[in-house]
């Protein structure tokens, strides 16, 4: 069974940072490009970042490039977001999504995060 | 950027009628996916590259469309179809439409 257990999300002050972490589980992680969505309270999904396979090729959306950095550890079946000089609207609820043919076909149950002082 | 324009944003529809969603796209796109969210749920994959049903998927929905014209369409409403539906096409950067929720009458 597939498996996507975010965790790191939580309360922080507008410009400080935090790192979430997705473990993955029932598939061969290395296998598959990743991603994390975003949804802030009430409101509908949007696309954070992409990663490849390898880890080689990376994509952002504008409003995160520069401050957010995802990454990946296949030998930990392990998909990260460092999310540095964090802002209010960056408060949502973030989703570790698995990437088959560009469709999230695996959603984890999402982490909040918070940004406010 | 592609923009994703979904209409109705909200509609209501009884047992056994049916519904139709619509994606527009401010530029062509190859294909459409489409997501359901149940509230405090995950998203679910449910209707990829257009017109192909995600596994687990009733085939009373079905999905169509072409270049910027894109829908999602269910025969004979169901209570568990009540949901938000939301579109989602794949160049880079990835957008999603604002979502529709469907809800029961």
């Known amino acids: 069974e597939v498996q996507l257990v975010e965790s790191g999300g939580g309360l922080v002050q507008p410009g400080r940072s935090l790192k979430l972490s997705c473990a993955a589980s029932g598939f061969t992680f290395s296998n598959y490009g990743m991603a994390w969505v975003c949804q802030a309270p009430t409101k509908g999904l949007e696309w954070v970042a992409s990663i490849s396979t390898g880890g080689g090729n990376t994509y952002y959306r504008d409003s995160v490039k520069g401050r957010f950095t995802i990454s990946r550890d296949n030998a930990k079946n392990t998909l990260y977001l460092q999310m540095d000089s964090l802002r209010s609207e960056d408060t949502a609820t973030y989703y570790c999504?698995?990437?088959?043919?560009?469709?999230?076909?695996?959603w984890g149950q999402g982490v909040m995060v918070t940004v406010s002082s | 950027e592609i923009v994703l324009t979904q209409s109705p944003t909200t509609m209501t529809a009884s047992p056994g009628e049916k519904v139709t969603i619509t994606c527009r796209a401010s530029?062509?796109?190859?294909?459409m996916h489409w997501y359901q969210q149940k509230p405090g749920a995950s998203p679910k994959p449910w209707i990829y590259?257009?017109?192909k049903l995600a596994s687990g998927v009733p085939d009373r929905f079905s999905g169509s469309g072409s270049g910027t014209s894109y829908s999602l369409t269910i025969n004979n409403m169901e209570a568990e179809d009540a949901a938000t539906y939301y579109c989602q096409q794949w160049n880079y950067p990835w957008t999603f439409g604002g979502g529709t929720k469907l809800e029961l009458k």
């Open positions: 999504a698995r990437v088959l043919t560009r469709l999230v076909d695996y």
């Open positions: 530029s062509s796109v190859s294909y």
């Open positions: 590259e257009t017109s």
